[in-house]
């Protein structure tokens, strides 16, 4: 694998451990640009390790990844640069809880980018509209629902203009009957081209939005697949057992 090749996020022969416990094991993977690249697999398979590898959040031990070609597991990359070029949604929410929705989304562009305060406002107030919350700007975390504390959160990473999307089981912390409305904004993410890593247990969303599946198992992809084929048609014993669990 090249870094010369057009995929946006590249691993190449990724190792990870905890102490003694191997969490990633020679994890090679190119996820396209505007591809939404869904990762499913059991827990501990190593899934949001692998989220987390991407944006620096956990160091690898050996291996490279790239993001536009660039070498961001490199010991001399720009860490801070990077994470502007990842935007990460977590499974809690990470709202600051002192601050309205309008000041979480704007906190990123002013205090890291220095965009002036008028224009991050505005980009806020857009985003806040795309994610159907025009009319929370002013709520703290608090007083939202899970799923609009969701929404912001992803309005916030998107404040930042990223290049790549990650999601890490967004919607497992939510009740029921609020995965919808989180899972309408990434379908409607995924429709305008964002380049997405997707971690998640919603399978209907998976088989709808994904491009691609990967089936990590034992820290290792046991299956990368057409998402439409994987669900129908998998080609490995893995793939075909993890789907008979599930269905």
């Known amino acids: 694998m090249s870094s010369g090749s057009h995929a946006l996020v590249e691993f190449e022969g990724v190792n990870k451990y905890f102490g003694d416990v191997h969490v990633l094991k020679d994890v090679t993977l190119e996820v396209e640009r505007q591809e939404v690249a869904v990762v499913i697999g059991p827990s501990g398979s190593g899934k949001s390790t692998l989220l987390r590898c991407t944006n620096r959040l956990e160091e690898i031990q050996s291996g490279e990844i790239r993001l536009g ?10 860490v801070n640069r990077l994470r ?29 980018k220095g965009v002036p305060e008028a224009q991050a406002r505005e980009r806020a107030e857009s985003l806040l509209d795309d994610v159907g919350l025009d009319n929370q700007a002013d709520s703290y975390p608090h007083e939202l629902s899970g799923g609009q504390q969701q929404r912001v959160a992803i309005a916030r990473a998107l404040a930042m203009d990223p290049e790549v999307m990650l999601f890490d089981e967004v919607t497992s912390a939510l009740d029921p009957e609020l995965v919808g409305e989180v899972l309408d904004v990434m ?35 046991a299956e990368r697949t057409p998402a439409d084929q994987f669900f129908d048609q998998p080609r490995t014993d893995r793939g075909k057992e993890f789907l008979r669990r599930l269905l």
């Open 84 to 112: 502007q070029r990842v935007g990460m949604v977590f499974q809690s929410f990470n709202l600051f809880p002192h601050m309205t929705a309008i000041e979480n989304i704007m906190i990123g562009p002013t205090e890291v």
């Open 69 to 78: 070609g660039d070498a961001i597991s490199a010991p001399d990359a720009d």
């Open 187 to 221: 379908r409607d993410l995924a429709e305008e081209g964002m380049t997405m890593l997707v971690v998640t247990h919603e399978m209907g969303f998976a088989r709808e939005v994904g491009d691609t599946i990967t089936l990590m198992s034992d820290g290792r992809i």
